[in-house]
């Protein structure tokens, strides 16, 4: 009977464990952070259009679950940023400019 017990138990807080673990946002790994750069990329270029042949660099990197990305733009002497705030939803990735 204890071992009954045990085993109930046991499989209630395996459960219990694998649905909290399903709601709790996940980490950005390596490819989402690529494919998250290719998203905000695609942003950046049709809201600026005349900035995309000035872009001079970009970075990338994760922010807690979100990921953050930034794009240099070089032009008549200015240096300009602009930053993007990328947040999975379940299978999606989704990516808004953060000014």
Do not use: R
């Not at 009954?4 to 209630?12: N, W």
């Not at 694998?18 to 490819?31: G, K, T």
């Not at 049709?46 to 733009?73: C, E, M, R």
């Amino acid at each position: 009977m204890k071992n009954k017990f045990t085993v109930l138990i046991t499989s209630v807080i395996v459960s219990f464990s694998q649905l909290i673990m399903a709601e709790v946002p996940q980490e950005f790994n390596e490819s989402e952070l690529i494919q998250a750069t290719t998203i905000a990329m695609e942003d950046f270029k049709t809201a600026n259009p005349d900035h995309i042949a000035h872009l001079s660099g970009f970075k990338t990197w994760k922010s807690g679950v979100d990921a953050k990305i930034k794009f240099y733009v070089a032009h008549d002497g200015m240096t300009m940023e602009y930053n993007y705030l990328c947040s999975k939803h379940e299978t999606q990735i989704h990516c808004l400019a953060n000014q």
